[in-house]
């Protein structure tokens, strides 16, 4: 019994063997067809494949780069062939604005203001490619003084924005509609604005400031004589000022926030609060609602100018160059 189980397990072998040995014939022949056959036309048709695709691109590379340094469009096909065409299209220092990163801006503003039923500017593209190598700038500036985003700055401001539309789900609907944009996309838009509104709280010089508001000019002056001489600032204002949103708070503005050159007060108002120093009194000072005694609480920051001021400067460290 055991005999013949040895025997049949022999033939098995035998047989397999066989098997093996014709497929391996089969496969080495077929191995020799490919290769003197078909391997050559293989090498050339794919050589000529990938010369035809490569004249393709670089006949489109033409189109579009006639169409964005030349033509300046920025239409939806436009907007496609950025994902493909690395073009730059400015530069501020070593950092570089690309086509895609134009061709974003500028389709999701003009959705926005065709929703809104307003005129598109001519000069939309030049517009924007000058803010984004403001960010640019600020980005840079940004590093090499030490202010940099985390993931969680990034977050909270851009769930707060949210916040302000609806759910995430109305926001990513309101977003579609009004500027053809998905969240992430919104999110990387206006990340770098983040980094300016965060390097902007960090550098910039920003005052706590008080002041007592009279009408009479003759008034003013006498009140500003009592606070020079060191009666109490807060309440001269709670008895005297005119200013009915800061009276009661003995003449602080804005509950104590920091206030910045950009902060909407009026021009002389805030060119005066800025020359004091911590704990000074000002003379009265004439602005659009009557003389203003103003008094610095607190003062923090080192870039003491206007945003614009500074960008301005900036550009000498950071010379820019525009392509379109």
Not at 101 to 117: D, E, G, M, P, R
Not at 230 to 255: V, W
Request: glycine letters at 6%.
């Amino acid at each position: 019994m055991k005999e013949k189980f040895l025997a049949t397990v022999r033939k098995l072998e035998i047989v397999l063997l066989k098997f093996f040995v014709a497929v391996y014939k089969q496969l080495k022949r077929f191995g020799l067809f490919v290769q003197k056959t078909i391997w050559p036309r293989w090498q050339s048709i794919s050589k000529t494949v990938g010369l035809a695709i490569l004249a393709v691109y670089l006949i489109g590379a033409l189109v579009f780069g006639v169409r964005l340094y030349k033509q300046k469009r920025f239409d939806r096909v436009d907007l496609f062939a950025s994902y493909i065409y690395p073009f730059p299209v400015a530069n501020s220092g070593r950092g570089i604005v690309f086509d895609h990163q134009l061709q974003v801006w500028v389709n999701s503003s003009k959705k926005f203001a065709i929703a809104n039923s307003v005129e598109v500017p001519a000069d939309l593209g030049t517009t924007i490619v000058e803010e984004l190598n403001n960010y640019n700038m600020v980005a840079q500036e940004s590093d090499r003084r030490g202010v940099s985003l985390t993931a969680k700055n990034i977050d909270e401001k851009f769930d707060l924005t949210i916040e302000g539309i609806g759910t995430k789900e109305q926001a990513a609907d309101f977003l579609k509609q009004m500027y053809g944009l998905s969240l992430g996309q919104f999110k990387r838009l206006i990340t770098p604005m983040i980094l300016v509104e965060k390097f902007k709280e960090n550098k910039f010089a920003q005052v706590k400031v008080s002041h007592i508001l009279i009408a009479d000019e003759g008034k003013a002056k006498e009140i500003a004589d009592k606070a020079k001489s060191g009666e109490n600032f807060t309440d001269l204002a709670k008895q005297n000022s005119e200013d009915q949103g800061s009276k009661d708070a003995g003449g602080l503005i804005a509950d104590g926030q920091y206030l910045s050159r950009d902060s909407g007060l009026d021009s002389d108002f805030e060119k005066a609060m800025f020359k004091l120093k911590v704990g000074q009194v000002s003379d009265p000072v004439k602005t659009q609602y009557g003389y203003s005694i103003i008094k610095i609480e607190d003062k923090k920051g080192s870039i003491d100018m206007s945003y614009e001021d500074w960008l301005k400067q900036l550009r000498k460290r950071y010379p820019q160059h525009i392509w379109i």
